[in-house]
């Protein structure tokens, strides 16, 4: 159950949060949320890949951590094991808030029934005794502002991902070392062929909104795939 709040440092002056990787505290998911402003960080540890809502018909593009529900191979005893964590995981239990039409600057508001949400004396300070936001606050309202920034240019790259029909199937049969296996189905990636075959002008256009980078980082992505099933072999305790 979710009680989003204003943050303010009257009412959440001595609020702490738990900053630790836990799947307890949220970080318990095979995939997360990624916005194309992020994706050259992203590359060169997750795979990138793009899922479209059934219901609605809207693209999100995806950073892979695992490959079973839950399942998250980047947590290792309480520590994020990777040179980078998706902003969707490191703003919780944080969120943008903005008025009913959308509009105007978004505000930092915070989850308080969020696993994250610490009592007693653990966890990392919001605001320090005078009411002044701590560093770990400015970072995340640094992050929220990305992400939300993020999130809002994205439909102008999916729209272009469709306008150039670059998107095709996905599906991968995942063979571990004990015989096991996993086959991922739903999934969309960038289709290298019908890129390769865009003319300059098409490709003039990609490259001027800004969209021919994270689609070269999408790409450059899926190389990740090796290394993830390393790790999930590692933590099944082979290799």
Known sequence: MTTHQLLDSTTHRDLRVHADADPALGDGVMSCLAVPSEFRRLQNVFPILFRRDLEHGTLS?????????????FVEDGRWD???????????????????????PGQVHIDMGHPRIATGGEGMRLFDEAGVPTPYLETIADQLGELDEGYRASADFFAALERYELLEPFSLDVELADGASHRMVGYQLIDEDKLR????????????????????????????????????NRRMGHG
């Open 61 to 73: 593009a995806l950073a892979l951590l695992g490959f079973e529900q839950g399942e998250n191979l």
């Open 82 to 104: 990777a040179p980078y964590r998706p902003l969707a995981l490191s703003i919780q239990p944080f969120l943008i808030g903005r008025s009913a039409d959308g509009e105007g």
């Open 197 to 232: 075959a865009l003319d300059a002008a098409a490709l003039g256009d990609l490259h001027s909104a800004g969209h021919l980078m994270p689609i070269f980082m999408a790409l450059a992505s899926l190389s990740n795939f090796p290394a993830l099933i390393s790790r999930k």
